[in-house]
């Protein structure tokens, strides 16, 4: 079965400081893979997305930026962290082709103070 | 206009009634639509899942969709105070261009209470 991974859980970091969150999927090959975050009491808001190797999508312009080094791994990053950049991430999967739904992660709750 | 609206609740319900939540939506192409539910704290898990327009059953949960009204519903039945979370519905037209790119609600957040 598939299993979807997220690391750390929770990270607080000041202003200014770079960010690294990761995501992992086990028990798939070439996924569509998926950054989302979630504002408190607010909807999913897309950032990235990614159909391969080295192919990143940007949804919205921001500090953000994705890559995915490997199949089954995609990171989120930023240089300099601002106090929006707070919010709850969520990585998500989906199986290649016409594959129809997404499966999440556990999250990643960013507070940038 | 969002192209997903939902309301945001909180919906308070007894234990052992009917939840009814509910999504409206203004593109015509969403082809794929499907019911999210979220704990506190917790990623998204999928619930149900539904192509095009009819009813889906899985248990306590139904799912409806009237393409005509662009209007997606879920119903729990007989709901249990573990029900309690924020339901999220989303959507796709999974065109060439969109494949895999869904639209979601902001979720509705339901209380079961004993």
């Known amino acids: 079965s598939q299993t979807i991974h997220q690391w750390p859980a929770t990270l607080v970091q000041p202003v200014g400081s770079p960010l690294s969150l990761e995501c992992t999927v086990e028990g798939t090959s070439n996924p569509n893979l998926y950054w989302y975050r979630q504002a408190a009491g607010r909807g999913l808001q897309l950032l990235f997305y990614?159909?391969?190797?080295?192919?990143i999508s940007s949804e919205v312009p921001q500090n953000l930026s994705a890559s995915r080094p490997q199949d089954r791994q995609f990171i989120l990053s930023s240089k300099k962290l601002l106090l929006s950049d707070s919010g709850f991430y969520l990585c998500?999967?989906?199986?290649?082709?016409?594959?129809?739904?997404?499966?999440f992660g556990p999250g990643t709750r960013l507070l940038v103070l | 206009q969002k192209e997903v609206e939902q309301d945001p609740g909180p919906l308070s319900v007894p234990e052992g009634a009917i939840v009814s939540l509910n999504c409206t939506y203004s593109n015509s192409a969403f082809q794929y639509f499907m019911w999210y539910r979220q704990y506190s704290r917790k990623g998204p898990e999928l619930l149900m899942y539904?192509?095009?327009?009819g009813n889906k059953e899985d248990g306590r949960f139904t799912a409806q969709v009237d393409k005509s009204s662009k209007y997606i519903s879920l119903f729990i039945r007989d709901s249990q105070p573990s029900d309690s979370a924020t339901y999220l519905c989303a959507m796709s037209d999974m065109t060439t261009d969109s494949w895999g790119k869904f639209q979601f609600g902001a979720g509705t957040q339901v209380v079961v209470t004993p």
């Open positions: 998500a999967w989906r199986a290649g082709g016409r594959a129809e739904t997404q499966y």
């Open positions: 539904t192509y095009s327009s």
């Open positions: 990614s159909v391969g190797i080295g192919q």
